[in-house]
């Protein structure tokens, strides 16, 4: 006896996702699940969120000049909020701000002006090269210069490597060390990892805020970051002018001698 052919119907399906009358028809009788939402709303909600939260907070990061300088473009009472709020900032950097140079230490000293400082918060020592040659080292150096004199409430301490731990490699110069709370809360070997000879301030922020020195909404932070976005997007447009300008230039004429 011949086997019954198979009496179901194949069903085409090209695209279940696509919007036709067809695609209808199997989710109604559940052959196909429903189509998932589109996700153009969220997205547009998203981006509707973003754009108003950078509107409101269009102001951080500016100082008492920048925010005199938009009293013709923003609203009295609203510039008057950030100068108060920069005001206090201002008024509580100042007598937090105990510190500001870097503190050349010695091996004897290190337990005193590191180890139980950081019981009052982070510091943040440079274990320096004992050689002149080292690039590495003498960034840093210069960072760490400027920084304390940026983060008067931080500490900043330099001490050359082989005379705080005797035979510290050189290969190893320099390291920065952390301490907080008596201990140490991070070590950094060499810049590699964080800019290498081309670490800036900007690398140094992230690293403050990392290990909770200052906040991620700091207005020193929030400034030098407005001003680097700042800098990249003027170097993109000349760029993009350089570029538009090449384009237009005519052909050298040595092409039709």
């Known amino acids: 006896m011949a086997t019954p052919a198979d009496q179901r119907i194949a069903v085409p399906i090209d695209d279940p996702n696509a919007d036709t009358e067809w ?10 699940p429903e189509k998932p939402p589109s996700p153009t709303p969220m997205i547009e909600e998203a981006i509707g969120e973003a754009r108003r939260l950078a509107h409101e907070n269009r102001l951080e990061g500016k100082d008492l000049d920048e925010l005199d300088d938009l009293e013709d473009e923003e609203d009295e009472e ?20 105990v510190h ?45 210069r400027q920084a304390a004199q940026e983060y008067g409430d931080i500490k900043f301490c330099e001490i050359r490597a082989s ?3 005797e035979n510290y ?15 140490i809360a991070k070590q950094i070997v060499t810049l590699m990892t964080i800019g290498g000879v081309k670490m800036s301030m900007l690398d140094l922020d992230k690293l403050l805020v990392e290990v909770g020195a200052i906040s991620d909404n700091d207005m020193r ?21 350089k570029s538009s300008s090449d384009r237009s230039k005519p052909e050298d004429d040595d092409d039709w001698d």
């Not at 695609?23 to 196909?32: A, D, F, P, S, T």
């Not at 004897?108 to 274990?127: I, K, N």
């Not at 400034?223 to 993009?240: F, L, P, V």
Request: net charge positive; hydrophobic share 30%.
């Open 78 to 97: 609203f510039l008057e909020q950030y100068r108060q709020r920069r005001m206090r900032e201002l008024s509580s950097l100042q007598k937090k701000s």
């Open 23 to 32: 695609n209808e028809i199997l989710r109604k009788h559940g052959v196909i």
């Open 221 to 241: 932070v929030l400034k030098r970051r407005r001003e680097a976005e700042d800098a990249e997007e003027e170097r993109h447009m000349s760029k993009g002018i």
């Open 169 to 183: 490699p050189e290969r190893n110069c320099p390291t920065i060390l952390v301490y907080n709370k008596g201990d």
């Open 163 to 165: 005379q705080a731990i």
């Open 100 to 144: 500001g140079s870097v503190y050349p230490i010695s091996k004897p000293e290190y337990s005193r002006e590191v180890t139980d400082a950081s019981q009052a918060g982070p510091v943040f020592v440079h274990l320096a090269s004992s050689m002149g040659t080292n690039v590495e080292s003498r960034v840093l150096s210069q960072l760490w």
